[in-house]
């Protein structure tokens, strides 16, 4: 089972039973606050505010909720966020990158630092595991945005990079300063994404046992589960029976 990238479609569809909707929401409505706060409240000329709207919505987010979110950012409320970036190494050797939107950065250090601990992995200083991953512009599709094949021959024609699709959907990468560019393109194809952003894609990937499969997946679980948290990357690779065993 290739990577972290194949491993959010895995947790998206183990959502409904493991993940409340509130938490889910929390996340979402930070991202739109901040970005209406850091930046103009007309996502038209806002790309980071576009791409959280785009995931607001492909979760269920109502519109009077995102509005709300919007509002509050734009007029200086919603708390004094800023955004931090955590490394580290977990089972198996594995590189991984946390993004987080965080009012204390002593509290969001010492509970990614403790998950860390309990799960088999060592927290990292700045840029300790970086090296490992490229920064790329990523856009998401679900499955119904078409075949492979059409995605790919979509993507290539709006100037994106790479395209890898899943069972449950189909992931286009790009250069950062393309991600405006390819996305409008899409949307004029494929219609409106289900998400867009920068993200950390793995250069290499590191093949980890099944013995030390779960420990990783159950340090990812915690780490995406905390609410400052809102991104989690890593560079595993891992076998389809391990996963298997850990959706049961």
Known sequence: MAGHSHWKGIKHRKGAQDVKRAKIFTKLIRELTVSAKQGLADPGMNPRLRAAIQAARAANMSRDTIERAIKRGSGGEG???EEVRYEGYGPGGTAIIIEALTDNRNR???????AFGKHGGVMGE???????FQRVGLISYPGTAGTAERVFEAALDAGAND?????????VYCDVE????VREKLEATLGEPSG????????ARVEVADDAAETL???????EDNDDVQ??????DVSDEALARYEA
């Open 79 to 81: 708390g004094n966020y």
């Open 108 to 114: 969001t250090a010492a509970e990614v630092r403790t």
């Open 126 to 132: 700045s840029n300790s595991v970086a090296f490992n």
């Open 163 to 171: 395209v890898e699709s899943f069972e449950d959907g189909h992931e």
């Open 178 to 181: 393309a991600l405006a560019d």
């Open 196 to 203: 867009a952003r920068l993200t950390w894609r793995p250069m």
């Open 217 to 223: 997946f159950k340090l990812i679980d915690v780490l």
């Open 231 to 236: 991104n989690v990357v890593a560079n595993f």
